[in-house]
């Protein structure tokens, strides 16, 4: 069963043809500045996504229909209509693909470079009783430090972000070392 199908009373019924019957989308004729516009737009775009709907825009002006752009750009039919329908309800300005709404952003940059200041420090310094910093305990004195509490995950997050690894501490036994001239360790150091 394709995604535009559906079941009705237990047999498949082929929505397809509901495409068939719709009066195809069309732009009307752009005045001179609109169309100067929207080239430019399409030739300046950084973004190929961007560019890409611009082009869609094009391609209909010069007369193609939805499934005909939806073949050139390698996209689907369903992304052309929305992009055409778009432009005839905003213009140019809401052709663009929009960012999905999302939770609003709780780190804050008071955050972010307390965080990258006390991880180049050793925790005895900032008043912490341990030898070294675990994401566990970055993320319990930053949330004492800013008020903003964060899980382990997210300081993990912001390190990886800033090109910094959580890794385990390698530990070495130095007097062993010195002690046993044949000491493996002693070959690298």
């Known amino acids: 069963m394709r995604r535009c199908d559906r079941l009705k009373e237990g047999k498949?019924?082929?929505?397809?043809k509901e495409k068939e019957l719709t009066k195809p989308l069309t732009l009307p004729p752009l005045d001179e500045e609109t169309l100067t516009e929207l080239r430019r737009r399409y030739e300046k775009s950084p973004d190929a996504e961007t560019r890409t709907r611009y082009q869609m825009l094009l391609l209909s002006l010069q007369g193609q229909k939805s499934s005909q752009?939806?073949?050139?750009?390698?996209?689907?039919?369903?992304?052309?209509?929305?992009?055409?329908?778009?432009f005839l309800a905003g213009g140019l300005d809401a052709v663009p693909r929009r960012t999905a709404p999302g939770r609003a952003r709780t780190i804050t940059a008071a955050w972010e470079a307390e965080l990258l200041r006390v991880i180049e420090r050793d925790p005895h310094e900032v008043g912490q009783d341990t030898a070294n910093w675990t994401t566990e305990r970055l993320a319990q004195y930053l949330g004492q430090q800013t008020g903003i509490v964060v899980t382990e995950e997210t300081v993990r997050i912001y390190l990886h972000a800033h090109d910094y690894v959580c890794k385990r501490p390698t530990w070495t036994l130095r007097r062993k070392a010195e002690q046993k001239a044949d000491y493996v360790g002693n070959a690298y150091g």
């Open 12 to 16: 498949v019924e082929d929505r397809g």
């Open 69 to 86: 752009i939806a073949h050139t750009v390698l996209r689907s039919q369903d992304t052309v209509e929305r992009v055409l329908k778009r």
